[in-house]
């Protein structure tokens, strides 16, 4: 167990380290004042064209659910200091016959005593709670660590979306080029009396289409833009787009290779610190079977006498019938809970692989054959129809069908590769570090399909 509190607390300062040479990468450049009015200082950062790593800077910045744990953290640092402190001596004023009757009817009988009690937790209580403390801090930093993953799990799926919405929108941009220019064409045609004027209303209306699809691709791209916005808490998104490497795939490890790094995930590495803290709760309820020592040292005045005495005593509790049985059972049954709860979330995360690896096969599968085969022949067929209707070889109709058959393909390619991309992302989210630190093949560059 010792083994591994030690590999937990490595694997901590590991993301720690990676953290803070991502947030010192990202923030190279100062922030300086926003001009706009009534614009928070640093939002122009968020403007124009936006890169991953400004959009994961601004996220680890500003996200409200990272703010709660941070002060979760620092709450039960408090917690711990408090753990340490040893209970405060008790002062205690009492006199005795101040008034009364008979020989009492004045104060010249009167006693005083000056009692200072302090209690000596003994079975070393303190040392035990501190570190059941310091433990439950070590746990609310795990927390934090996976919901950061978590968050930027998200945060990088949003980015995705963004992404391949923008290239959606310059497909049906060129969809759209290409539809006015059928338009011309066959419209010029129609006035020579080449065609029939029904092309024309044809024509007219793939032009129609053309533009609902554009428009409804717009929108897509505006709310992929807000939902991103909303991963660092701006509501309202102030930048144009953002830029990344969407075309580019890498060939994947094994399932194998894969599982055998899931250790390395924050959800399941927590729980190694979560049995070292049920083991130290164990070892604070044995020590509550320990009875703490009460010394009370006082000072006393007889009047009567005009004398001064000293009082010594102490206090110690009889543990005959509680000597913390229960919560010393508790203790032990909670530390059995954890070791099943540990083994059941082995057992999550393994499915969970199993499932997004599925979705990454075959998300990788369909972006290879949608760019090697399927995108390559679309073209050809789409160039060779484009060209025999200009000679009268084909018709209006083969001429949409070709069209839609290659953007058809080529949007087919693009959700191929954003679910690729989100894919590895939930991979990564899971074995806890970058997919490409566990590739032993060369990587495999798809780039942009030609127009």
Partial sequence: MAMQSKQATQMKRLLKQTLLLLVAVC??????????KNIPENTHLMRGVLTLDQVIAEVLLKNP?????????????????????????????????????????????????VQLSQWIRLGGKIAKKERVAELSKDLAEWDYEISRMNILTRTGQAFIDVLKNQEQMKLAEKLISL??????????????????????????????????????????????????????????????????????????????????????NPSLARWAAEISHRQANIEFEKSKAIPDLQLQGAYRRIEELQANT?????????????????????????LEKANAEQAAIRLQLQSRLADTYNRLAIAHQQATVLKQDILPGAKTAFDA??????????????????????????????EALGEYHKAVLDIERIIGEPLSSRLPLKENSMEEPKS
């Fill in 179 to 264: 539809a006015d220019t059928n338009l011309k064409v066959i419209t010029l045609r129609a006035e020579s009396g080449k065609v029939s004027p029904i092309q024309v209303v044809k024509a007219k209306i793939a032009r129609s289409k053309t533009g609902l699809t554009a428009r409804k691709t717009k929108s897509q791209v505006d709310t992929a833009r807000r939902r991103l916005s909303t991963t660092w808490a701006a509501p309202t998104p102030l930048f144009k787009g953002v830029v990344g490497d969407f075309f580019r795939i890498e060939n994947i490890p094994s399932y194998e290779a894969l599982l055998t790094n899931l250790g390395k």
């Fill in 385 to 414: 129809v484009q060209e025999g209707y200009r000679y009268g070889k084909f018709g209006l109709l083969d001429v949409l069908d070709s069209q839609r058959t290659l953007f058809d393909s080529r949007s087919r390619y693009l």
């Fill in 27 to 36: 923030l190279t450049v100062q922030p300086a004042l926003a001009a706009e």
């Fill in 65 to 113: 659910s990272l703010q709660v744990f941070s002060l979760e953290v620092r709450a039960r640092e408090a917690r711990k200091l408090q753990a340490g402190l040893w209970p405060s001596p008790q002062l205690q004023i009492q006199a005795e016959d101040i008034a009364g009757t008979g020989q009492f009817d004045s104060t010249r009988n009167t006693q005083t005593t």
């Fill in 310 to 334: 000293l009082v010594l005593g102490i206090s110690i509790p009889l543990n005959f019938f509680d000597r913390n049985q229960g919560g010393i059972k508790e203790a032990h049954h909670r």
